[in-house]
């Protein structure tokens, strides 16, 4: 079973819908859980941790459900500047680990 | 915003040359990484570096492998005889001390070997 899943999509949407991620991971004993996002040939850059209570930052929501090993990230309202592929990234433990990356989600919105 | 910072941003090299790959971390971010991204592949960790000494390694990270923190504010991933599968992107990240692990990357490095 890999580490991090994710279905790799591609998610075509339309610009203002609302577009939802999953991934499951496999370490029950992971403690961090981010969304990462990455523009074609680019660095990942930070979206937003995943708290256990579930987070919200502007159009983005995460929600963390340790008993299944999944992660989600709802877009609201999406819009063309949303188009990247979708990192889930975990890691085993709380201060300065190693992060175990998924492959990636990848979404396309369309005008 | 303070950034990661990498250099170059695109080495070419013959196979079996080394390579020195730069990284200024964040400057007060005291945990250093390197991760590798092969073209389509996931990002896959290679080291964390703490306190002037390696805190972790994946199997990547051979004996081919080096890191070092040469002064104050550079640190560096060495590849000793570069192999044709060493080509790829080359992140470097850093991050705070302290529980929340987030962690930022600059914009990498690609090699490619010949």
């Not at chain 2, 001390?97 to 930022?104: A, C, D, K, M």
Request: proline share 4%; charged share 20%; net charge negative.
């Amino acid at each position: 079973r890999k580490e991090v899943e994710q279905d790799p999509g591609p998610f075509n949407v339309p610009e203002g819908a609302t577009v939802a991620f999953n991934c499951t991971y496999s370490n029950s004993a992971s403690q961090s859980f981010f969304w990462y996002r990455q523009d074609c040939r680019k660095e990942p850059k930070l979206l937003m941790s995943v708290y256990s209570s579930g987070n919200e930052d502007g159009r983005f929501t995460a929600q963390l459900n340790r008993a299944s090993q999944y992660i989600s990230l709802l877009i609201r309202d999406s819009k063309l500047s949303d188009s990247a592929t979708y990192l889930c990234v975990v890691s085993a433990n709380f201060g300065n680990e190693k992060l175990t990356f998924g492959t990636g989600t990848r979404l396309t919105i369309i005008p | 915003e303070p950034e990661v910072t990498q250099t170059p941003s695109h080495q070419v090299t013959q196979m079996g040359q080394e390579v020195i790959l730069r990284c200024v971390p964040i400057s007060n971010h005291l945990y250093f990484y390197w991760y590798r991204q092969i073209l389509g592949q996931k990002v896959e960790f290679l080291v964390s570096f703490y306190n002037n000494e390696i805190s972790e390694k994946s199997e990547i990270f051979d004996d081919q492998f080096s890191v070092e923190r040469p002064d104050g504010s550079n640190f560096t991933l060495k590849i000793r005889s570069t192999k044709l599968e060493d080509s790829a992107m080359y992140f470097c990240a850093s991050s705070e001390l302290g529980r929340s692990n987030e962690q930022f990357f600059g914009p990498g490095t690609r090699l490619t070997v010949l």
